[in-house]
């Protein structure tokens, strides 16, 4: 046995015992006739003690290891002189007998410690070391825990968790595929599925009414702090269901995850908002509600009024930031360029200051007499102290400029506290968005949304007022979960296909296996898939889904500890039948 215990389990209950622990050395400390180690694994650290007087060989021996060496020690517990009451372990310390060395070790290329030395870059080359690190493994930790949750929560409700195929057939429609060739089949390729998606509504063809998973997805999509080439979702389905029995059965498992992981408790059900509100509120149909700052329409209050930006705009807009009315020069003309950055795209800022004696005072004063000032302030309920920043322009554009702005402004006041969380649904938004480029309709979620039995009579005449029985579920401004009742209806199914411009030989090449299922007796049925990175990123208070991911990709896609993706020998191609081209791009 290379262990009687681990080390982060030994307290004060186990003083005047032998015991054995093997690990990795974290540190060393030379005190003149004493050395003191660190021992890590898993579980946590305990101190090592080694005295010069007591067993001079044994001490000199100690002071030979290196960084992360594996040591395997066996001594007596001893209350701990100088307790450290920050860590489980600190009231004790092992006075060691014996030392082995099991493995020496390289120097290490960064310092394995919470606070690391090491980029980004190197941890990634290395990160079955950064893994050693406790900040990272307790990140792993809550992700195990997290599944563990969700898994029990399904398994009372009685579903079961079917695994589905990962070489499957590549769908054009939503993101990029990962296409994989076909040995078997010469010039065929299977696809990575993007999501479960015909698989599961499969299940439910075949009478599993209550399915989930815990599933691996692909996406060849560029890259951010919350989306990685492979990615994990707590995949879900449910057959003779409403809209309304799959957000209390999955508003029910958010509760329960935050309950059981975060120690959070909602008791009140979560808000329910229509994407138009969402969008003419916040500016994206994913708002974040940790604070106000609602966005105001007031395009009609300074139209007309010899100001050309305003006269000639389709749409001015604003939000209220309170307190802000002492904002300087510098601040302003900063927030202005901000707001002008490619990224956001504004032509300029235009502000109306609520000064703390009441005075109103605006960069468009000549244009606006004072009582028409004083009734835009009162639109946005502006008090002594606050500021209103208005944007003028086409109306989908400056909502979205609307929804950056007030975001970084939340940030900026220090409304976005991550440790506050302010779920919501977002529901009945549209079927379809119209392409200019191409000129026709796409489904915004994907061709199998049902859409509002109310709304089909405008399906094939007026498309673009079709509303979804889809909804997302999103929490402080992220979106973690999204999902829709089906078509379950072979006739309907076909319209959706005919108003997404397939022809039936498309439609039948890429979903003819789905539909002629539904020949066979489909049931009403419904499901939403949750990003289970991005929610494990929210429990742990952090930026980015790698951090919670223990092999992730960088930011081009790659992964630079194993150097992947990389080029195949020329005898595999020729196996597989396929021929390599690279284009070079002209500088």
């Given at each position: 046995m290379y262990r009687t215990h681990t080390c982060g389990e030994l307290t004060m209950a186990q003083v005047g015992k032998t015991v054995t622990l093997a690990g990795w050395m974290q540190r060393s400390r030379d005190l003149g006739g004493m050395t003191f180690i660190d021992l890590r694994d898993r579980y946590g650290l305990t101190q090592l003690v080694f005295n010069m007087e007591t067993n001079a060989g044994l001490c000199t021996e100690a002071r030979k290891f290196g960084r992360e060496f594996v040591l395997q020690a066996t001594g007596k517990v001893t209350e701990r002189y100088n307790k450290n009451l920050n860590m489980p372990t600190g009231e004790i310390e092992i006075i060691v007998d014996e030392i082995k060395v099991l493995n020496v070790s390289a120097t290490p290329p960064f310092t394995i410690e919470d606070e690391s030395d090491g980029g980004d870059e190197l941890r990634m080359k290395y990160r079955y070391l950064d893994l050693r690190r406790s900040t990272v493994r307790r990140n792993l930790e809550l992700r195990h825990h997290m599944a563990q949750e969700v898994r029990k929560y399904f398994d009372a409700l009685g579903f079961m968790e079917v695994e589905t195929p990962v070489l499957i057939k590549s769908t054009p429609e939503g993101a990029r595929d990962f296409v994989v060739p076909s040995r078997l089949n010469p010039g065929q390729f299977y696809a990575l599925p993007q999501s479960p998606q015909t698989f599961k509504q499969l299940m439910m063809v075949a009478g599993f009414d209550r399915y989930f998973q815990i599933v691996k997805c692909f996406r060849d999509e560029d890259l951010r702090a919350d989306r990685q080439p492979?990615?994990?979702?707590?995949?879900?389905?449910?057959?003779?269901?409403?809209?309304?029995?799959?957000?209390?059965?999955?508003?029910?498992?958010?509760?329960?995850?935050?309950?059981?992981?975060?120690?959070?408790?909602?008791?009140?059900?979560?808000?329910?908002?229509?994407?138009?509100?969402?969008?003419?509120?916040?500016?994206?149909?994913?708002?974040?509600?940790?604070?106000?700052?609602?966005?105001?329409?007031?395009?009609?209050?300074?139209?007309?009024?010899?100001?050309?930006?305003?006269?000639?705009?389709?749409?001015?807009?604003?939000?209220?930031?309170?307190?802000?009315?002492?904002?300087?020069?510098?601040?302003?003309?900063?927030?202005?360029?901000?707001?002008?950055?490619?990224?956001?795209?504004?032509?300029?800022?235009?502000?109306?200051?609520?000064?703390?004696?009441g005075t109103l005072k605006s960069t468009v004063d000549k244009f606006y007499s004072p009582e028409e000032i004083k009734a835009l302030a009162d639109n946005f309920n502006a008090k002594p102290s606050d500021i209103i920043f208005l944007l003028p322009g086409k109306k989908k554009k400056t909502l979205a400029q609307l929804s950056e702005l007030r975001l970084e402004m939340g940030a900026r006041l220090g409304l976005r506290?991550?440790?506050?969380?302010?779920?919501?649904?977002v529901i009945d938004f549209p079927l379809?968005?119209?392409?200019?480029?191409?000129?026709?309709?796409?489904?915004?979620?994907?061709?199998?949304?049902?859409?509002?039995?109310?709304d089909l009579q405008y399906f094939e005449t007026d498309s673009a007022r079709v509303r979804a029985n889809a909804y997302d579920c999103v929490v402080n401004g992220v979106e973690l979960g999204g999902g829709s009742i089906r078509i379950h209806d072979q006739e309907l199914q076909q319209r959706m296909f005919k108003v997404l411009g397939f022809t039936k030989e498309q439609a039948e090449y890429q979903f003819g296996f789905l539909m002629n299922a539904f020949t066979y007796g489909a049931p009403p049925h419904g499901g939403i898939a949750f990003g289970f990175d991005r929610l494990a990123s929210m429990f742990a208070g952090l930026d980015s889904i790698r951090d919670v991911i223990a092999f992730p990709k960088n930011n081009s896609g790659r992964d630079v500890m194993i150097d992947s993706p990389s080029h195949i020998a020329d005898e595999q191609l020729k196996e597989l039948n396929i021929k390599v081209e690279v284009k070079m791009e002209k500088s």
């Open positions: 492979e990615f994990t979702q707590i995949d879900c389905e449910m057959a003779f269901v409403e809209q309304e029995d799959i957000l209390q059965a999955f508003e029910g498992m958010l509760k329960h995850l935050f309950k059981t992981v975060r120690g959070v408790e909602f008791t009140e059900p979560f808000v329910r908002m229509t994407f138009a509100d969402a969008i003419n509120t916040y500016g994206n149909d994913k708002p974040d509600l940790r604070f106000g700052m609602k966005i105001h329409e007031v395009t009609n209050l300074v139209k007309g009024k010899g100001f050309s930006i305003f006269d000639n705009a389709d749409y001015v807009g604003g939000i209220c930031a309170e307190g802000c009315s002492e904002y300087t020069r510098k601040q302003l003309d900063e927030l202005t360029e901000w707001v002008k950055r490619p990224q956001i795209g504004a032509l300029g800022l235009i502000y109306i200051k609520f000064n703390i004696d506290d991550k440790n506050t969380f302010a779920p919501l649904w379809f968005e119209y392409d200019e480029e191409t000129g026709r309709y796409y489904a915004m979620h994907h061709p199998f949304t049902s859409p509002k039995i109310d």
